[in-house]
């Protein structure tokens, strides 16, 4: 089979042997999402080598569960042992000995096949197409924060960035009545949402003194956080979305004398976000830029990186 495969040094598309197990459900790719973590992935970040992607569609074709054959899922990425104490504890996200697709010791989704253990298994509702089905694992992602972090309709919370997680952060946040502000450098990028009531603004125009209750870091970039205490109030809450392969120079001396928390946040409930979109609650198809052939993985990861690209993905459905 073909597949997008990084060695360390450069990422290209290799004939490769199709993935089997006795144990995983096998899915074959319909399409591959490419997120900011590949291309960081590509910089050096969490020392990955093998098949690249996370965010995914497709249908499973073997199965030790054969009622999974044949219908079309998405996938959680985190892949715990489910015996260790965090396992035990309902935390297998942060299972020690995990592996990740796409991501740590396990090769991902940007080929023809992969694996995926049948627990991590999310059948798709047919009303959503599978350019919406894609987003599952990011907007997953952004409601995360709802999951672990109350944000009443009487915060204001800012989301720093307007790519493609920005953009979802954003969607999510204002569904509980939040007044949400988006900060990017892409104002073409902030009609995609559609007519939800979220306010953009270039970080220059923030209100000199203006501070807001929750700040959510989605920039992809060391700067993302250090502006993000410029902006939250004492005792507020910075939420940490991004993942960047960079040295943070960071005065933390601020975070004491403010009383201000800062929390990571990380993967999400899949459920949740395929009901979101089942239900028309959030834009998912309005943030692709483009799709490209599998065999086009080098092209489509250049535009990737370009300023300003939203989404692309890779189609692996005609080899």
């Not at 253990?117 to 919406?132: C, F, G, I, Y």
């Not at 946040?173 to 559609?194: C, F, Q, S």
């Not at 979305?241 to 040295?247: D, E, F, I, R, Y």
């Amino acid at each position: 089979m073909q597949a997008f495969v990084f060695d360390g040094q450069s990422a290209q598309v290799k004939t490769v042997p199709k993935p089997t197990s006795a144990t995983e459900a096998l899915i074959r790719v319909h399409l591959a999402g490419i997120c900011t973590t590949d291309r960081e992935i590509l910089k050096g970040y969490g020392q990955f080598r093998g098949t690249l992607g996370h965010e995914f569609v497709g249908t499973v074709e073997a199965c030790p569960d054969p009622g999974w054959e044949g219908r079309r899922v998405v996938g959680e990425i985190n892949c715990p042992c489910r015996s260790c104490t965090p396992c035990q504890n309902g935390d297998s996200i942060h299972c020690p000995s995990r592996q990740v697709l796409g991501i740590h010791d396990k090769d991902g989704a940007m080929a023809e096949y992969c694996l995926l253990p049948v627990a991590n298994l999310h059948e798709v509702p047919e009303t959503l197409s599978d350019r919406q089905a894609v987003f599952a694992e990011p907007l997953a992602a952004a409601v995360a924060i709802l999951q672990r972090i109350p944000i009443p309709p009487s915060q204001t919370v800012a989301v720093i960035g307007d790519g493609k997680l920005g953009l979802l952060v954003a969607q999510v946040l204002r569904l509980n009545g939040a007044h949400v502000l988006l900060i990017g450098r892409h104002p073409e990028k902030w009609t995609r949402m559609g007519n939800h009531a979220i306010e953009g603004m270039k970080p220059e125009e923030w209100p000199t003194g203006q501070k807001v209750d929750r700040v959510v870091e989605c920039s992809g970039s060391p700067e993302g956080l250090r502006f993000a205490l410029d902006l939250v109030r004492p005792r507020g809450k910075i939420i940490m979305k991004s993942t960047v392969h960079a040295s943070y120079i960071l005065d933390f001396s601020r975070l004491a004398l403010h009383e201000i928390s800062l929390e990571g946040s990380r993967c999400g409930p899949f459920e949740p976000a395929l009901r979101l979109m089942s239900r028309g609650l959030i834009m998912v198809e309005s943030l692709i830029d483009d799709v490209f052939a599998l065999e086009q993985a080098r092209d489509a990861l250049a535009q990737a990186m370009k300023p300003g690209a939203l989404k692309i993905l890779l189609d692996t459905k005609n080899h």
